[in-house]
């Protein structure tokens, strides 16, 4: 099993809809998860930080964690095609040295017109 | 409030030589992780370095090293360049590493010829 996995997709939605992106995890010890958005060609940027089991939103943004079921999604509402990129989850994984910021491979969307 | 900076941008180097990377992070932040980001292979660990030592390291061959100085600044050097090594090179920053908050730099492009 990977330690944080995500569909890699392309995930196609128009404009204006719910972009659902889903992500699970392997280390039940794991405390804090990210969301990263990566266009082409450029780093990732941190867009959502969630610690608590439930929901989190941030303007168009909402993430949701379920530590029981190890899972953490994001949800994009009124999808724009400037959301249409790369996005990566993540989440420390413990090792012997302590927490590793683990990520997914990322799940592409693409908004479509 | 300066971001992380990591220089050069861009590389191109030929099979069998060295390369050093180097990373700043932003201020106050005493934990730098290094990843290698290839199309195939999506995001993998490198090391991460807090307070000048090596916390944790990823599943790389020897031929990858980092070190961190005092100021927090870390560098990154590929010995004996292979074809394979070519790949976005990125560093992130953070507080303290482990759960909390990681912020990129805009990458190395390393070019193996």
């Known amino acids: 099993q990977k330690e944080v996995e995500q569909n890699s997709g392309p995930l196609s939605v128009p404009e204006g809809a719910i972009a659902s992106l889903n992500c699970t995890y392997s280390?039940?010890?794991?405390?804090?998860f990210f969301w990263y958005r990566q266009y082409s060609g450029k780093s990732p940027e941190l867009i959502m930080s969630?610690?608590?089991?439930g929901d989190k939103e941030d303007g168009r943004f909402t993430a949701q964690l379920n530590k029981a079921s190890q899972y953490v999604s994001l949800l994009i509402r009124d999808s724009q095609p400037s959301d249409s990129a790369t996005y990566l989850c993540?989440?420390?994984?413990?090792?012997?040295?302590?927490?590793?910021?683990?990520f997914g491979t990322g799940t592409q969307l693409k908004v479509e017109l | 409030k300066a971001g992380v900076t990591q220089t050069p941008r861009y590389l191109i180097k030929t099979r069998g030589q060295q390369v050093t990377l180097s990373c700043s992070p932003i201020s106050g932040h005493r934990s730098v992780s290094w990843y290698q980001q290839t199309p195939g292979q999506g995001l993998q660990f490198l090391f991460e370095y807090f307070s000048e030592t090596q916390r944790n390291k990823g599943n790389f061959p020897g031929r990858f090293s980092g070190r961190q100085f005092s100021n927090s600044r870390s560098e990154m050097n590929v010995s004996t360049l292979e074809l394979g090594d070519s790949a976005l090179y990125l560093c992130a920053s953070s507080i303290s590493g482990g759960n909390t908050e990681a912020f990129f730099g805009q990458g190395t492009r390393l070019t193996v010829v």
């Open positions: 993540a989440a420390p994984i413990l090792t012997g040295g302590g927490n590793k910021l683990t």
């Open positions: 280390d039940r010890g794991s405390q804090s």
């Open positions: 969630i610690y608590s089991n």
